[in-house]
């Protein structure tokens, strides 16, 4: 509520909430209760005006609930101020006008009395009604047409020289100003100095405006800063509440109300309960089994008419609720208590449903009036009358829509729109008749046409209809297509001539007729179609299908050239784009003949030359990704025309071909590759590869040897050599091909290779030699120095073993399996504590090493120390907090309420780190959530398929909730993955008696080393 006093001290009260209303709105309200206009109303709170933006808050510039403001109304240029509207019977005492004649308007004639003649007294029942002065004093003296009193002439005199009245009260707001102006007449030049003052004050209040609103703004921000809302008070702790769970915030307490007014200890009065409640209780509560004496008179059948009957309203409130418990369990589901209720048919009821409100039936109402005034006032108008007969459908008076609509159809006969809804209307007997008035009125309808056919019911009188319409509207594509649609293929090609003839610039029809017809007539038509449609490729496009359809595969790329060339005379602008996409279609009909003629004519159009390699090799790229695996092989293979020598062109077409080709046309592709760029090593290797899979070894042994000589000194195809005869089982061909390669100055690679070959045969001592030789050739290679130290292990040189990892050290310091190796032989040897120094040791020469870090957590754990374990993982989170490694252990590590907390800590710092999404696979997994979890393996073995302990960890979870599809699955993308790496997997792969094992077996034997691994967790935790 806001309190206004007025100009005249009257107060006004307006109930607004300030918090949510305007000061233009405030204006308009004051404006409404006492006509004031807006631009001369002026507030005040105390002594300040009040000044803001029209849509600005009341609230905002002070104004409270209970608020008084002043309001002030300005004189502008002399004018006088608002009068109180005079009373209707003024003019009984206001002048006529001049050569006023009363009753002249209906007839009378004009008359003379004695009060025209001279002065006479108003009559005694007729007192004066004019208008009271501004000031609020009524005038008491005499009125228009009296006589004047004794000495009343001399005082109007002496008024008449001043020009006001002395005795005017005096207006505490605009002074003495009406009294001087009382008089003055309001004329054109008043009117015109009023809207120039009026525009100098707008111009200066918008000089003043932004310094006023900045003002303004400074204020209500230091009222609110000294002032806070108890919301803004406590804003940055609401914003912690979404981090509570449902339980945290469940076991909130309640408030009480402590409260020292409600804690005021209440006399209490107890009053025994009277005898008659009691027994009026009791009455209601019981059930009477026996009839009544007066009933049995008419046999207990009926009520005699002196007995009352009585409600009982208790009974019926337990029936209904009876009643009601009883459907719900209709509904209900004894099992889980869940409703069974039909959600298709509880839909359905809630369509049918009318709803019939009020508010509803007032619209219908409103919008029944506006449409019969829309149809009276225009009805040649069509969509009024369609909209009144869909308005009355919604109402549910289907009568009153038809009758609406056939006004419609007689009001506007040549609009097809409204027959159609006529159509629709109508019940299905009338709807042909309503569909052939209108036919006949308009018989260029293609629709109507249309919508006559459907009406049909069988195909022959479908067609019937639609030939009629042809008849009348020959150039209708349409109803062409309608009618050739419903006709066998003899009568649509006889169809299908007429068609062409009645519309030859429609490229559809000509087309259609060129499938129907035979090769010659095909041949023909197209032609035809050429002579009509010089600018439409798709003529081109199917002749070329229709040669390769009948094995003229020679003359499809004559006719795509041909046919770019015409149309390029024709000003048609070819456009690379559109014409892929005609080869990608022409792949998906079996035209491949046509897809590659299109390609090899269209590829280059529109290319820079410096862009020709990366452009075609993108639209190959994308091509694949769409699945044209036809069209991406044309691109490559025109692009070889004419970069033959481009080594990775030759590899991308080598990649698809071995992707979705067969080992024949791979073969053949890297037979010509290998012709062109000779010293492209990995072609040869690739092509030797291939074979040896196919079981071809002999066949791979020629590939290597022809790259030998193409290339004498490549250690890549001396590897490759030695890994085909290694791998198939040749040690002495391999250690032979080592030997040459080693005389050859081979690199450190084929020292670890000779090394290899020698640990599997058993040769200890020609392994020593070896690895000594080879480090003394190349000390700085780890691999040696690794492969030595492991070797004094298997043999129980403990103490050799260390003084090899400790030189290799020296020599390669950054080198962490060499730390890692000698810490776990510290561990075996001098236990726990040597092991911690050797880690520390190799944690401050290499920082920053996530590790090295969870090896020293790891032995922690080993011995039992979780407390430093823990320290120590929090340190490293620490130092390494983007590490992956070291987050899934963590996870690991937590007890397992904790983990899920622990999970979401490591999402956010590494959200795509492949063993963080095995570690949450993992938690799904013990919380039986299938498919979450084997989406998230999946996931894992996406983002690191070369890393063989996840696809390790992916089948182990199949094999016990997945099916053998599932299985089988997984187990072929891990083969053609190939997983080189991985902590468990390179222990399995790396061991003597698994060398030679398919990727198919190493998996199985990670997943038992896994099972081992969790069973003794487990039992560790028991």
């Known amino acids: 509520m806001v309190y206004i006093i007025t100009f005249d001290n009257k107060t006004l009260s307006l109930d607004v909430n300030p918090d949510s209303t305007t000061l233009q709105n405030l204006k308009l309200e004051i404006s409404n209760r006492l006509s004031i206009p807006l631009s001369y109303q002026r507030l005040f709170l105390s002594s300040r005006r009040l000044i803001g933006v029209g849509f600005s808050k009341i609230a905002d510039l002070g104004i409270e609930s209970n608020s008084t403001l002043t309001l002030g109304v300005p004189l502008l240029g002399g004018m006088q101020a608002p009068v109180q509207p005079k009373n209707r019977l003024d003019f009984l005492n206001s002048k006529p006008p001049t050569n006023y004649v009363a009753g002249l308007g209906r007839g009378a004639t004009g008359f003379t009395t ?52 002395e005795n005017q009260k005096f207006d505490e707001f605009e002074g003495n100003d009406v009294g001087l102006f009382a008089s003055a007449e309001y004329d054109e030049d008043d009117k015109e100095a009023d809207a120039v003052w ?77 005898d008659t409640l009691l027994e009026k209780a009791r009455q209601e509560q019981e ?121 419609g159809c007689e009001e506007c006969p040549q609009n097809e729109d409204v027959w159609l809804e006529a159509c629709r209307l109508a019940s299905p007997d009338e709807a042909k008749a309503v569909i052939a008035r209108g036919v006949k009125v308009i018989l260029n309808s293609v629709k109507l046409w249309l919508q006559a056919a459907k009406l049909e019911q069988d195909d022959v009188s479908k067609s019937r209809v639609l030939r009629k319409g042809l008849e009348h509207i020959p150039d209708s594509v349409r109803l062409w297509k309608a009618v050739v649609e419903l006709a066998n293929e003899e009568d649509a090609r006889l169809l299908l001539q007429r068609a062409v003839e009645c519309c030859p610039l429609h490229v559809e029809l000509w087309l259609a007729l060129a499938r129907l017809e035979t090769y010659d007539n095909a041949k023909k038509v197209l032609n035809k179609a050429r002579e009509k449609l ?186 490759a050599a030695f890994k085909l005869e290694f791998e198939n089982h040749e040690p002495e061909r391999a250690k032979m091909l080592l030997a040459k390669a080693r005389e050859r100055g081979g690199t450190e690679r084929v020292w670890m290779k000779s090394a290899i070959v020698e640990r599997e045969l058993g040769n200890t001592t020609e392994e020593r030699r070896l690895l000594d030789e080879g480090l003394k050739r190349f000390p700085l290679f780890f691999k040696l120095w690794l492969m030595l130290g492991q070797l004094e292990e298997w043999l129980g040189r403990l103490e050799q073993a260390k003084e090899v990892y400790e030189s290799g050290l020296k020599h390669c310091p950054h080198c962490i399996p060499l730390w890692l190796s000698l810490g776990n032989l510290e561990e075996k040897m001098n236990g726990l504590s040597k092991a911690r120094a050797v880690l520390t040791m190799s944690r401050k020469r290499n920082p920053q090493n996530p590790e090295l870090w969870l090896a020293a957590v790891r032995a922690e754990l080993r011995h039992g120390n979780k407390k430093e374990a823990d320290n120590l993982m929090a340190k490293a989170l620490q130092e390494c907090h983007n590490s992956g490694i070291l987050w899934a252990a963590s996870i690991e590590m937590v007890p397992r309420p904790q983990r899920k907390i622990k999970s979401m800590d490591a999402l956010k710092k590494c959200d795509h780190d492949p063993h963080v999404i095995a570690s949450v696979a993992k938690l799904f997994w013990h919380d039986r959530k299938i498919d979450k979890a084997r989406t998230w393996l999946n996931r894992a073995v996406t983002l690191a398929p070369d890393i063989g302990d996840f696809w390790a960890l992916y089948y182990k979870f ?59 967790s487990e039992n560790g935790k028991n």
């Not at 509440?241 to 020292?260: K, N």
């Not at 009805?379 to 869909?390: N, Q, V, Y």
């Not at 009153?400 to 056939?406: E, G, M, P, S």
């Not at 280059?604 to 091509?623: L, N, P, Q, S």
Request: glycine share 8%.
């Open 534 to 719: 010089s600018k439409e490729p798709a003529i081109w496009v199917t002749a070329a299908k229709l040669e390769e359809a009948n094995g003229n595969t020679a003359m499809v790329g004559k006719i795509i050239e041909r046919g770019i060339r015409a149309l390029q005379r024709e000003g048609l602008v070819i456009d690379k784009e559109s014409w892929m996409k005609e080869a990608e279609a022409a792949e998906r009909a079996g035209s491949v003949a046509t897809c590659q003629a299109i390609i090899h004519n269209t590829i280059g159009i529109g290319v820079e030359e410096e862009d020709r390699k990366r452009t075609w090799v993108a639209d190959a790229e994308e091509c694949k990704k769409r699945g044209s695996i036809e069209s991406a092989r044309a691109i490559y293979a025109h692009a070889l025309t004419v970069f033959l020598t481009k080594k990775s062109i030759w590899l991308k077409a080598a990649q698809l071909e071995k992707s979705h080709g067969t080992r024949e046309s791979l073969d053949a592709l890297l037979r010509k590759a290998v012709t062109y760029v000779p010293q492209a090593e990995v072609l040869w290797l690739m092509g030797a590869k291939e074979k040896w899979l196919a079981g071809d070894v002999p066949a791979a042994r020629a590939i290597l040897q022809e790259a030998y000589a193409a290339i004498p000194n490549s250690e890549e195809i001396w590897l």
């Open 114 to 165: 004695r009060s025209d003649i001279g002065p006479a007294r108003a009559a005694p029942d007729l007192p004066d009604r004019s208008a009271t002065t501004i000031g609020g004093a009524a005038a008491t003296g005499v009125g228009r047409g009296r006589g004047k009193g004794p000495g009343e002439e001399e005082e109007e005199e002496e008024g008449d020289d001043k020009g006001y009245d």
């Open 198 to 274: 009026e525009a100098i004050d707008k111009r200066m209040d918008s000089r003043r405006k932004d310094r006023r609103e900045a003002r303004l703004k400074q204020e209500i921000e230091k009222y609110r800063a000294s002032n806070p809302k108890i919301t803004e008070q406590f804003a940055d702790l609401k914003r912690k509440l979404y981090s509570l769970s449902s339980e945290e915030w469940d076991s909130i307490p309640e408030i009480g109300d402590y409260s020292l007014r409600n804690k005021k200890r209440r006399f209490e009065s107890f009053v025994p309960v009277p």
């Open 287 to 407: 059930h009477v089994t026996a009839l009544d004496p007066r009933s049995r008179v008419s046999g207990g059948t009926e009520t005699p008419w002196a007995q009352t009957p009585v409600t009982d309203l208790t009974a019926v409130g337990e029936g209904r609720g009876t009643v009601l418990s009883l459907k719900l369990d209709r509904l209900s589901d004894s099992v889980s208590g869940l409703t069974v209720v039909d959600p298709k048919g509880y839909l359905t009821d809630l369509k049918s449903m009318k709803i019939t409100s009020d508010a509803e039936i007032s619209d219908i109402k409103k919008a029944r009036l506006l449409l019969k005034s829309v149809t009276q006032t225009n009805p040649k108008h069509p969509p009024g009358w369609i909209a009144a007969a869909r308005l009355e459908e919604v109402a549910g008076k289907i009568q009153a829509a038809r009758q609406l609509i056939k006004k």
């Open 958 to 1016: 199949e094999l016990q909730h997945g099916t053998e599809e599932n299985q089988k699955d997984v187990l072929k993308r891990c083969v053609a993955a190939e997983p080189k790496h991985g902590e468990k997997w390179q222990a399995v792969s790396k061991a003597v008696e698994n060398s030679h094992l398919p990727t198919e077996a190493l998996l199985k034997k990670v997943v038992v080393v896994l099972g081992k691994e969790d069973n003794a």
